[in-house]
């Protein structure tokens, strides 16, 4: 059975100065407590799991539908991003997501910022390039 995608999606708001960012005592979760708009949700694990903080909740999609199903964050304004974090319900041995994307709305329009086209991790740590100002975040699953 395939349903349950998202415990949480973090995403690092870190300040640039000089050369490189530079971070307080650690990356602060920008989406927390955000709207969320997903594809589908089951009732008892609904989307704003997905952004409460707490890893032991989840967002979960009907039994047996993953593939293209989305969770789509609106940071309330734009934001500098430069790491998303992504934490899947399943240990990384159980494992059943085997390709997801990550996109970016900057300037009305979404720019695709990481695919993995392999086994995701339960904890997946995405570090950008730059620093990207984006206004909303969606992570669409590719393969089961």
Known sequence: MISALLAAVLLSNSGLVGIGPVTAAGPENIARGKAVTVSSEERENPKANAVDGNHSTRWATPQNKAVDEF???NLDGAKPVQQ???YFEKS???????GY?????ENGS???VHT???KAKQ???IQLDSVHTATKVKVKILNV
């Open 71 to 73: 969770i789509e964050i």
């Open 84 to 86: 998303i974090q992504v």
């Open 92 to 98: 990384d041995a159980e494992q059943n997501i085997l």
């Open 101 to 105: 994307q990550v996109e970016l709305e």
């Open 110 to 112: 979404y720019q695709v």
């Open 116 to 118: 993995k086209n392999e």
């Open 123 to 125: 904890e997946e740590i």
